[in-house]
């Protein structure tokens, strides 16, 4: 146990100090076995290539650049103005219903918080800002919201969690859906409750017939993709690979012929972009397939799962351990190589206390997206500052209270599997 102990503190000292997650990933494998077994080394190539030799995994790079190319076709603003002429829209507060309910909608298309920020958070707080909205109070929704994305199918983050602990693709994506419309419906009634207090404004403006209609149009054509996606992979058209790859032809067919704004130079961009991104989750997949590979030779997750229900048998008790860990966890590490590295570690733990694993896939992603929103290093809480040129602490202290309510799914989900479980047993995926 020294040996995984010092490879904990390499891997929290690279993060710390800033170094990319795939190389603080690599050498704390590298370490690792050099400390347990040299002769190992020369398994890490196959390991790596074990690794990302996956027909599930290659979905992933596939709904990269979809999303990639549907926000290069403003579809951010698109979606958002689709959800404000809605009559929510013209309450008090309206913007900031708008904000969440967006946000649900873009996460079905872009699958990750930050990319919800990147995509629709300059959007939802020019339009806030605009209307009056105090700025602190924009941030806030506007980080509180982002973190439905990665539970609203088909995220990213269920998709490699599925593929990295072979569980079925549809399960862990159906999975989220009732957590991610809890989160969403605490957060609007936290808007509702607080309205009057906080003196939030109506949307005021108007729109034409005309206006109405072509918002409307546009609107339901950027909902095509994740219907396309969700309606096939349950129906059992394709699978969630083949799934991505139509998502792909859909939003550059989207992009060039409907919406008329997709050039050859946004495509390569959003190959690039595409193709950087990949580069990198593959490279903290390859080397997480090593560490996970040295850490099983050495039965280090069994020890871990002996040692906890040694001093414990109480499935709850150990939850609550597991949950803390992760929170802290999602405060520091991004969310894709934390699942990598530490879901293959903690799922033998909570799997010998009868938690079932589809339960627990979604356990690991609400607190790796909460810690994204939790001081002091939420990420994402960073990047809204940073796009509204808000004081970071002014924007921690207004989005408390969505964090504690946050915090309340999180613990309704590890009390009731139910909520988990009921899509996919009902869809007959689990």
Not at 59 to 64: D, G, K, N, T, Y
Request: with cysteine.
């Amino acid at each position: 146990m020294t040996q995984i102990l010092i490879a904990t503190v390499i891997l929290v000292a690279c993060v710390i100090i800033g170094v990319p997650i795939a190389h603080a990933m690599g050498l704390t494998a590298i370490t690792f076995i050099l400390m347990m077994n040299p002769g190992n080394l020369t398994a890490i190539p196959l390991r790596m290539f074990a690794g990302v030799n996956s027909f599930t995994l290659m979905a992933l790079p596939l709904f990269m650049l979809a999303a990639e190319i549907m926000v290069r076709t403003g579809i951010s603003s698109k979606l958002f103005d689709f959800v404000r002429i809605g009559r929510i829209g013209k309450a008090r507060g309206g913007l900031a219903y708008v904000n969440v309910i967006a946000s649900v909608i873009f996460g079905s298309i872009s699958g990750a918080a930050l990319s919800d920020v990147a995509g629709l958070g300059k959007v939802e707080l020019d339009s806030m800002e605009e209307d009056g909205y105090p700025r602190d109070f924009a941030c806030a929704i506007t980080a509180a919201s982002s973190i439905e994305s990665p539970l609203i199918p088909p995220s990213n983050i269920a998709i490699l969690y599925a593929g990295t602990m072979s569980l079925s693709v549809g399960a862990v994506l159906y999975a989220g859906v009732i957590p991610g419309l809890i989160l969403a419906g605490t957060q609007m009634l936290y808007i509702a409750l607080n309205a009057r207090r906080l003196n939030l404004p109506a949307h005021e403006k108007q729109y034409t017939k005309k206006e109405r209609r072509l918002i409307r149009r546009d609107g339901l054509i950027a909902l095509g993709m994740p219907l396309i996606i969700l309606i096939g992979i349950t129906a059992g058209w394709f699978t969630p690979t083949e799934a991505a790859a139509v998502a792909v032809l859909y939003s550059l067919i989207v992009g060039k012929f409907v919406f008329k704004k997709l050039h050859f130079g946004d495509i390569t961009d959003a190959l690039w972009n595409a193709a950087k991104t990949t580069g990198n989750l593959f490279m903290i997949i390859g080397f997480s397939n090593v560490f996970g590979w040295g850490l099983g030779t050495e039965q280090i997750p069994q020890k871990l799962a002996a040692f906890m229900t040694s001093l414990t048998d109480n499935k709850y008790v150990i939850l609550l351990i597991v949950n803390v860990i992760l929170l802290i966890v999602g405060m520091w590490m991004e969310t894709a190589s934390a699942v990598l590295l530490f879901a293959p570690v903690l799922a033998p733990i909570v799997y010998a206390v009868n938690v079932p694993p589809i339960q627990f896939a979604v356990i690991v992603i609400v607190n790796l997206t909460i810690g994204l929103i939790t001081p002091p290093v939420g990420v994402v809480l960073y990047a809204v500052a940073d796009v509204a040129h808000a004081k970071l602490e002014n924007v921690v202290k207004a989005s408390m209270p969505l964090i504690l309510l946050a915090l309340v799914t999180l613990l309704l989900m590890t009390l009731f599997p139910a909520l988990t479980m009921a899509i996919p047993q009902l869809l007959g995926f689990a």
